[in-house]
């Protein structure tokens, strides 16, 4: 027990120096790669397109059916799309955060003329409905959510 915490920190330290800096050059991706790319003299987010040529100094890409020529010396970063993911776990437990505050707004009411009596069996029935049902909501909007995963690439000058 006592070795394997002395070297658990070790094998984390070097599992996260191996993947620290080794990003993707931009010279070594394909045609049609999804690109995010900011620039240097625009704050923004950054142009999402997909990339058709790199020259010695000039970044071709196409964003929204448009060509793009963007020289190196403008660029700020750019990332590749690794994919996309859902957000299930996430919107789930934001349905259940709402569907729990919306629970608690359920009380027993209690009125001498009236024809159904709402009992605190009922009330408890109710706030599970809520809760359950946003759960369920938000388990589904995460399904139907997909965002982007990015990793940065390296642009020139590279570092050797």
Wanted: net charge negative; hydrophobic share 45%; no cysteine.
């Amino acid at each position: 027990m006592n070795a394997i915490v002395r070297v658990l920190p070790l094998l984390l330290a070097a599992t996260w120096a191996a993947g620290a800096g080794a990003y993707d050059r931009l010279d070594q991706l394909g045609p049609g790669t999804r690109l995010r790319v900011s620039l240097l003299d625009v704050d923004a987010w950054g142009t999402v397109g997909s990339l058709v040529a790199v020259d010695k100094d000039t970044l071709f890409m196409e964003s929204q059916h448009k060509p793009l020529a963007l020289p190196f010396p403008r660029l700020g970063r750019v990332d590749q799309s690794l994919g996309k993911h859902r957000n299930v776990v996430k919107w789930g437990l934001i349905g259940l955060l709402i569907g729990g505050i919306a629970s608690t707004a359920v009380e027993r009411h209690e009125d001498p003329n009236a024809v159904l009596d709402l009992s605190e069996l009922s009330v408890v029935y109710t706030r599970l409905l809520l809760i359950a049902g946003g759960t369920t909501g938000g388990l589904v909007v995460g399904y139907l959510v997909k965002t982007d995963i990015w990793e940065r690439v390296e642009t020139p000058p590279y570092q050797e």
